[in-house]
Structure formats: C-alpha cells, structure tokens
C-alpha cells in the first residue's frame, strides 16, 4: 500500500487522500444477493461453458456476435436495454453496450465478448475438473462476463438493482482493436465521460493465495524504428563516403534505449528485427525479412517493439527521450521512429482508484473476506479500462482468478466465481447509491 501511495504522489496527480468512511454492516437485501450468488453457482458455470464452447476470436466476427447474443439473453431480462453497436467500419464485429437507469449514480461496468483463439487454434472447448476449469477465454474474459451477470442476477434477486444505475459495455476487439481507434473506443469513451465509477472485470490478481486490487495499469503502444545506410562494399565501411551503414545505427539506437531510458515502471521491448541490402517489413508489421552479404554494408534496418508507461506524462516523457536518441544519427546513416496510432492509454493510479479499492475492502471486512492490497503495475497488462481511467475514477481486475491467460490450457478457479460476484453485487450497489 506505501509503495502505491508513493506512486501516486510521484505520478503528479495527488489531491488529498481522505480515507473512506467505516461502512456499515452488510443490509438484509445484502445478505439476499450474497446467498444468492452461492445458490446460482452452478448456473453461473453453466453459463461461462456456453460462453467459452463458442469461439469468439477477435477476428471471428459471427462468434464475437453469438457471444453478444448469449449475454443480451441475460440482461434483458433483468430489465437492461441491450444495443448492439455495429464496428464493420473498423474491422470488427461491434460492442455491447446495456443500460439501467434506475436513478442514483453511473456504475460502468467494462468486460470484452473476445478473445485471442480464433477458429484455427486447436484450443476451443470448455473442460472442468473438480473446482479448475479450462477453455479459451475462460478467463479473459468470459469468465469475467460471467461474474458481471452473476453480480447483476444476485442484485434483481435482492432488490437492489431496481434502484441501480448501471451502464454495461462488453467490447467485441480488446484483444485486437480495429482501426481507426478514435471510432473503435469511441462508445466506451463516451460511457466513461458520463460514469461516476468504472469497474473493469478482467482477470483477478493474485500471488500466494491472496487476492490483490487493481488501481492501476500501464499502457501498451507499439513502435517502428527504421534506419538506412549507404551500401557497399565492406572495405569502405566508416570511411567518409559510406559511413556506418543501417545496421550499426540501428546498433546504436537500441543500445542507446537500453541504457538511457530505464526509470521505474517503464518498458520497451524489441520484439523483432532484420537489417539486409535489403530489407523490408510486411503491411501487418509482425514479419521482416532481410537477405545480404559479409561483404556489404547493409542498407535498411527494421526493427519492432512496444512502449509500456504507467502515466501520460511517463508516455511523453519516454517518446520524447526516444525520438532525441534517434535524431543522433552515425555519419551517412538515417533513422526514423513512428509509433502507431491504435496504443492503449494507461490507467494510472489517482487517490480516486486508491479510494475505491477502500470500498472493496468494506465489502471485504463485512464478507469476512481478506482485504485487497494494491497490485503492482508492472505486472498487469494493458486494457480497455484504460481508455476511461483519465475521466473516472476506475477500479479494475474484478474478474475470475486464474491463469494462462492468452495461452492454450487457459484456466480458471471456478470457486473464485462466487466471491467476486458477491464482491461486485455489493459494491455495485452502494456505489450507485452513494451520495455526490
């Protein structure tokens, strides 16, 4: 917890921290919506099988909508009004987005219908043994799907949702958004602006048995070095007329980022390179290719990586320091550095976040459950709740526990389903009626 208060207040965006208010004990309606989460269990894995046994990668944009389908069933019922928002402009099949107003103040709710298995993975099909279960996007993110309709199930149940504000939006390309990215985050943008909370539900932290809170998340946004050389033969390389060709400059850059750049929380990997006389890289940018000889100076270097910040300022602040490092250039050599306009935003931690992990943790003490410390960062990837986190204050990793994640054999705790649910049906509810 000191360790992420002192994050905050380095990160430039501290006001005071007043500490939240002792919460009373859990309410009759309460207690309903608890029992009622235990006694729906079975039904919220039923679901979550349904949801996994249906293959919604990315680019599978029938399967992106049937997953829609399923949750539409689930929430009209409970009295939402359900909107498909259709993205073909971008690629993509679309979002869902759900509302139910029903006075107090906006909850937003953010999970995604996606995932990274497309029809060609041999990992396609939901398997459980005992309280584990597997499947693709078991975890991220239907089963936080899952705990969003067990959480909102448990609340009808309770009577706590009628009087509920709650905006849900279930994304159809987290894990490969469409372009261009101001249309493809446009609606989720537009909930967040108008939300006086967000809670995102992908994956619960865990180590050890304990489950931890996220406060905050870095960013994930890619870049594209490519530099250039005069070539010929070797024997004339350094001299004045064809200097250091692109493969030492490009030496030079990536070294200089190595050294120069490092500062906490902050990353930048290379993810793939090639230098030839020639050498080029494909419209998708994942493939290089590069031929040349011993004797030659190479003419054209590429290389690929990505950039992980914890705030806005650390963005500008690493693209910055970046792009002086490239201007450097070795004699008779080029260099440019883009970066592509579809990067995630961080969410970066603000004593707003920091107090609605405190209110979790109510909820916690009164379900006789751990409390939450802040999770660290770095550790936690990129994702949409960062697009809303610079409007409201955000609260993220209210999914299921697991592990795997983007991997074949993928798993989750099935039992982690009711106490997230019950987590989230309580704390839904006294947020919406929490006063301004």
Known sequence: MHRILALILLSGLAGPVFAAPAPAQLTAMERTAVATVVAEHDRHIALLERMVNVNSGTLNLEGVRAVGDMVRAELEPLGFEVRWIDMAETGRAGHLIATHDGGGRNVLLIGHLDTVFETDSPFQTFAREGSRATGPGIGDDKGGIAVIIGALRAMSAAGTLQASNITVVLTGDEERPGVPLDIARRDLIEAGRVADFALEFENLATEDGADFGTIARRSASSWTLTTGGRTGHSSGVFNETLGYGAIYEMARILDAFRRELPEPNLTYNVGVLAGGTPAEIDADGFRVEASGKTNIVAETAIARGDLRTLTPEQDARA???????????????????????????????????????????????????????????????????GFVAADVDTLGGLGVAGGGAHAEGEWVDLDSLVRQAQRAAVLIGRLSLAER
Not at 320 to 329: C, D, E, F, L, T
Not at 344 to 357: C, E, K, R, S, V
């Open 319 to 385: 693209r910055a320091r970046m792009a002086a490092i490239v201007q450097q250039s070795l004699p008779r050599t080029t260099a440019e550095l883009t970066f592509a306009p579809d990067g995630y935003p961080p969410m970066a931690p603000t004593p707003g976040n920091l107090a609605l992990l405190e209110r979790l943790n109510g909820v916690n003490r009164e379900l006789g459950l751990p409390e939450m410390a802040p999770f660290d960062p770095a550790r936690r990837g990129a994702a949409d709740s």
